[in-house]
């Protein structure tokens, strides 16, 4: 162990619960122990990892297999991926996804690149870790409508799945593994490498004028940085952008919270890769980066409860060409899966 | 306007490395603090040292309330708890349909609900029966063998529903059959939380009408606002062998008043977390706990 390493764990413990702590030089960890290694860009944040659910590499394969594997609809032609397409940046391309019973879903599934940097999950924020946020889909009737349970019954027979969750968990397939390795391998998908990343990091040329004046205009002007900020172009948080309004409404971050503040409320989605993420908003209302553009022009719809940051902007025809051009700009040059 | 990535505009360049490689291994809750050149693996394993002595730590320095804690060294007397369901004091038949506050025509199919905690309270002493637990009596009364350590309790303190640190664990590390496990069918998936009661059924607002009441009602609450604790008082002497009986009565009756409020299923029958409709939930809490009893009084 290296000194550091040993200073920053005494840190952690002192900070944490009050007291010092006295640590063993450790044996390397076994090769199936290996931790995966997550490439990010120079500067980025620590994504947000778990004490209980070490990134391993066996944990990320055996989440892998999961994610494309319909028997967790209780082989009912849904996995995860069947809404996350890999193509389009682990988003759908309807405004509502298409359930086990084949009805549309309530709300529009969001892209998973970047999630491992999520305080909350969901577009309310009800999944407070990537682990429990699993659930969500198995239980949705309009999803997947699974027994988690049963599900686990169902896989743990399978001697690959068997085999890979002794590997990364040291204990039989169960719902515990099952969320983990699920949660482990959407921690891989990061998005980082775009046109705009690239500028960022001093290629002057990876932007072109429209799509630098974009720029501009995102962080300035328009004010679309006010919440799509940081590294994942999101804070995160939860705003009420002036969507529908009234009753039969989207309540949002309300259902979650009860709070009547929190009405209409709900997470920032990160911008990276959104040209292919469409249809766009909650409610997948609108189908173009265009018609986005065109409701913060206006200031959204009037109502109660708008986030008082929503104004209208009056920008000029070309300078919503710009902010489109530059959103273009954000799609990353290779694929997010970083799995092999 | 100045803005940017963290804040600032232009968004810095950076004139280093365009990419690391991370595998890091920050617990949520805790500052980030592993730097891009530590070594991984070996912070990942100091860290879990780390966590270990803090953990034990933690333990010695929280020490139970002295108010909970039972007296040691003798044995527990052996406590059978019955949960019983009532109509208004008398029995309750899940076919049955009884005529309900406010001229309604009622029959309840389901009623499932989390007591948690439970425990009793003495002038020396009180002890936690259990921290949580689910009982489903719409098919009649349920009974649990326990037990509790001598003494004289004179009051039982329980919640319906539950409380905040139960309601919010994570479904994937409790057993699947425990009372707040995956199987206990209370999982709420949509919020990561759980039902506290399951309350269904029928109704009729025509006192008058005959047969099966034509309307359903299906109110499921939770949420933690909706978690309600109570205080019965109670005797109970616990000492010897002989097995102590307790009964929690459930008086499905008063869930529909309480001599005061009425829960009036015309105005109001379904729930499911919709926030708009919250006072309908927040009013049928109440009625619930409030129609909790113990025997022997």
């Known amino acids: 162990m290296t000194r550091r390493a040993t200073a920053c764990c005494a840190l952690i ?16 960890l076994p090769p199936d122990k290996a931790l995966f290694t997550l490439e990010l860009p120079y500067g980025w944040p620590a994504p947000l990892l778990r004490e209980d659910n070490p990134l391993t590499v066996a944990s990320v394969q055996l989440g892998k297999a999961l994610f494309f594997d319909e028997r967790l609809s209780l082989g009912r ?10 193509a389009r940046a682990f988003s759908d391309t309807v405004a509502f996804s298409i359930g086990v019973h084949g009805h549309p879903g309530e709300r529009n599934a969001p892209s998973l690149a970047n999630v491992a940097f999520h305080p909350l999950l969901n577009r309310d924020g009800g999944a407070p870790t990537l682990e429990q946020q699993v659930f969500v889909p198995l ?29 990364a968990y040291d204990r039989p397939f169960d719902l515990y593994v099952l969320t983990r390795a699920l949660a482990n391998y959407q921690r891989t998908l990061i998005s980082a490498h775009s046109r705009y990343d690239r500028f960022l990091q001093g290629d002057a040329g990876a932007l072109d004028p429209s799509e630098e004046r974009g720029m501009q205009l995102f962080f300035g002007e328009a004010r679309c940085a006010l919440c799509h900020s940081g590294s994942d172009l999101s804070d995160h948080g939860f705003h009420n952008i002036g969507m529908a309004v009234g ?9 979650i919270t009860l709070d009547p503040g929190d009405r209409g409320k709900f997470k920032t ?4 890769n959104v040209a292919l993420t469409g249809p766009y908003m909650h409610d997948g209302s609108m189908t173009t980066l265009a018609e986005v553009i065109e409701h913060f022009d206006k200031g959204g719809l009037d109502g109660p409860d708008k986030d008082p940051l929503i104004i209208p902007l009056h920008l000029t025809r070309e300078q919503k060409d710009d902010l489109v051009a530059f959103l273009l700009a954000l799609t990353d040059e290779g694929s997010l899966d970083q799995v092999e | 306007m100045p803005f940017g990535p963290g804040g600032t505009w232009p968004p810095p360049r950076m004139q280093g490395p365009g990419r690391q490689r991370m595998g890091n291994f920050v617990p949520q809750g805790l500052s980030p603090i592993m730097t891009p050149t530590m070594n991984v693996a070996s912070f990942s394993r100091s860290l879990s040292g780390a966590v270990l002595m803090a953990t034990i730590f933690l333990f010695a320095a929280c020490r139970q309330d002295p108010e909970l804690t039972a007296p040691a060294g003798e ?34 199919t389901e009623l499932k609900f989390f007591l948690a905690p439970l425990e009793l309270t003495g002038p020396e002493s009180a002890y936690q029966v259990f921290d949580a637990d689910l009982f489903d009596v719409a098919n009649g009364a349920v009974e649990r063998v326990l037990s509790v350590p001598p003494g004289h309790y004179d009051a039982m303190h329980l919640g319906l529903g539950l409380p905040y640190e139960l309601n919010h664990r994570d479904l994937a590390t409790i057993p699947p059959n425990a009372p707040t496990g995956n199987n206990s069918g209370m999982y709420w998936g949509w919020g990561t939380q759980y039902r506290f009661v399951i309350f269904s059924g029928r109704f009729d607002s025509d006192p008058n009408g005959t047969g099966e009441p034509p309307y359903t009602f299906d109110l499921h609450t939770g949420l933690d606002t909706c978690y309600r604790t109570r205080t019965i008082p109670l005797q109970l002497e616990a000492a010897g062998d002989d097995t102590l009986r307790m009964t929690i009565r459930v008086d499905i009756a008063r869930f529909f008043t309480d001599g005061n409020e009425v829960l009036d299923l ?12 919250l006072p309908l939930a927040l009013k049928v809490a109440d009625l619930q706990v409030k129609a909790l009893s113990a025997d022997p009084e």
């Open chain 1, 139 to 167: 239980y949705a009737e309009e999803e997947m409508d699974s027994d988690p349970q049963q599900v686990v019954e169902l896989l743990k027979e399978d001697p690959y799945i068997a085999d890979l969750s002794k590997l």
């Open chain 1, 247 to 255: 009753e039969g409404a989207d309540p949002g971050r309300q259902r």
């Open chain 1, 13 to 28: 413990a002192l900070l944490a619960f009050g007291a010092g702590c006295a640590t063993d030089e450790l044996e390397p």
């Open chain 1, 77 to 86: 032609g849904l996995s995860c991926a069947s809404c996350h397409l890999p």
């Open chain 2, 75 to 108: 044995a527990h007397v052996p406590l059978k708890l019955t949960v019983l369901p009532v109509w208004d004091g008398g029995p309750f038949d899940k076919n049955t349909v009884y005529g309900a506050a406010g001229d309604q025509r009622v029959q309840v």
């Open chain 1, 269 to 272: 989605p990160g911008l990276r």
């Open chain 2, 266 to 277: 015309s105005q109001g029958a379904v729930w499911h977390g919709d926030p708009d409709e």
